[in-house]
């Protein structure tokens, strides 16, 4: 956990492993706990900033946000090929704690994935941190080896847009 006040002047995301089999995503929003963790649990919201990969279009965002509810993800590109996700939600405690599992349709990591998000604000800066936990230590590094970095400041940088008109 940060102590570190230089944590919350950056605004890119970082990526670094944690433990044997997860890694640990942290970024900074500029907004209130609140205002970012519904940005990121609310289908309303999150369809507005989650767009995946450059040329394609978020076509379902369904979100059931409750202990043992499931979410569905799905994205669709010019030629009409669909990329989806989804899981359960394992635990909800707004607005600091959201923990689901995932799993693609296609998945190019085996197995499903646990992620927890924990939002800590100071100062009217919202810290992120995202663990997430894949089944086996080659499905993390080859997620690592990925282009996850760019996509994920892209969508991030959406999410700073949409906060940006909320408060």
Request: glycine share 8%; hydrophobic share 35%.
């Amino acid at each position: 956990h940060y102590t570190s006040r230089s944590i919350f002047m950056s605004t890119k995301v970082e990526i670094v492993p944690h433990g044997d089999r997860a890694i640990l995503i942290t970024r900074t929003f500029t907004a209130p706990r609140a205002l970012v963790f519904d940005a990121m649990s609310k289908a309303e919201m999150v369809s507005q900033w989650l767009h995946g990969p450059s040329g394609w279009t978020m076509s379902t965002c369904e979100m059931d946000l409750r202990m043992g509810g499931t979410y569905r993800w799905a994205w669709t590109n010019a030629d009409g090929r669909v990329m989806g996700m989804g899981g359960t939600v394992l635990e909800v405690d707004p607005p600091s704690h959201l923990k689901t599992t995932e799993q693609f349709d296609d998945a190019w990591y085996e197995g499903e994935a646990t992620n927890t998000i924990t939002l800590t604000e100071e100062n009217g800066v919202t810290l992120m941190s995202l663990v997430v936990e894949y089944e086996s230590t080659k499905a993390r590094d080859g997620v690592l080896a990925g282009p996850m970095a760019s996509g994920l400041d892209a969508s991030y940088d959406h999410l700073d847009n949409l906060l940006s008109t909320q408060h």
